[in-house]
């Protein structure tokens, strides 16, 4: 399953050029009318930002309330989703639920996870071949969903149709109120936050932010393609952009990488030994003869040793990505002042 990206945007924020700027290849682009203000010129404003979409290969949600004077009817909806070539419409909480059941046997909508029962959910997912669950986002510290509460939520529903939003802005700058799904994705980067869902087969992850950072998109888009960027300090260079497989027998405090790597010296000279803490990037040294120069990730506290040499450690906001790699998961070693 390939999971897609893709950025939030508040229409009313639109300017021309912004979705080609950031948004990536295939993405998602979830557009929301919520705090549009001039009914009138929503759809000019709605024709650009679709025409840019498309222009961009990427696919459109969008977001309407009925509010919306205008498009207060189901025949107004469809000749809008017709009209302007809407990818997938999301009707919010202010539309009737037996008025988006009828639509979505039309067209292909997006729905509120949250406002659904579980019966609901099966018949969408059986009635509806093209329809999205969207869990909706959280704005107020602390008020995002649990781990738990998401999994009872998605009961019913293939993950792979399931859309969430993660806060896409750098952790450093953030006041706690991003928008956010899950209430633990606020402390995390969006990659590693994008990791999670992908491990739980999340089809689909909107960053709601325009300022993610340029290598985080990139190491994002080749996690998609099954390469998970590991942005670490390094006494060794050389190893900056070498992919590296986490032993299918790893165990989970110590990851340990299947290829000896490229560049380095033989023998490894022993360094002074120092105690191991999550992060240590550490290599073996002369006196483990049979594995001199394998590589080891800590994701736990382990006592000095004098065979292992540490020779770096992992960028502290990214140390949660090493708790989400898989046995078997390929990773490259990014330089950290590249992530962006």
């Not at 998401?150 to 700058?173: A, C, K, M, Q």
């Not at 402390?187 to 960053?207: C, E, F």
């Amino acid at each position: 399953m390939s999971t897609r990206t893709g950025l939030f945007l508040q229409m009313n924020d639109y300017q021309p050029g912004m979705i080609k700027n950031k948004a990536c290849r295939n993405s998602l682009i979830y557009c929301s009318s919520d705090q549009f203000p001039k009914t009138e010129d929503l759809l000019p404003t709605l024709e650009a930002i679709i025409k840019e979409t498309h222009e961009s290969e990427s696919s459109m949600i969008l977001q309407l309330s009925k509010r919306i004077s205008t498009l207060n009817d189901l025949k107004d909806l469809e000749e809008l989703a017709f009209g302007l070539d809407v990818d997938y419409l999301h009707l919010d909480h202010s539309w009737p639920a037996e008025e988006v059941r009828e639509l979505a046997l039309r067209l292909p909508v997006a729905v509120s996870v949250s406002n659904l029962t579980l019966p609901e959910r099966y018949w969408f997912r059986n009635n509806c071949p093209n329809v999205l669950f969207i869990h909706d986002y959280y704005t107020r510290k602390d008020t995002g969903l649990d781990q738990n509460v998401f999994d009872d939520l998605s009961e019913g529903i293939s993950r792979e149709d399931l859309v969430v939003f993660v806060p896409g802005n750098p952790v450093e700058e953030r006041k706690g109120n991003e928008p956010s799904t899950l209430e633990h994705h606020r402390t995390m980067t969006p990659y590693a936050a994008s990791l999670d869902l992908m491990n739980q087969g999340v089809g689909g992850i909107i960053y709601t932010s325009f300022e993610i950072g340029d290598m985080e998109k990139q190491m994002i888009d080749k996690a998609t393609q099954g390469v998970y960027g590991l942005p670490v300090s390094l006494n060794h260079p050389e190893l900056y952009h070498q992919t590296f497989t986490i032993r299918s027998d790893s165990p989970k405090k110590l990851r340990r990488l299947l290829e000896i790597p490229q560049g380095i010296q033989m023998p490894v000279n022993p360094d002074v030994p120092v105690a191991r803490r999550p992060g240590f990037i550490t290599m073996d040294n002369l006196h483990f003869p049979d594995s001199q120069g394998s590589l080891m990730i800590c994701n736990g506290d382990f006592q000095a040793d004098p065979c292992v040499n540490v020779i770096g450690h992992v960028c502290d906001y990214y140390l949660p990505i090493i708790e989400l790699l898989e046995n078997g998961a390929c990773i490259e070693f990014i330089h950290p002042n590249l992530h962006g």
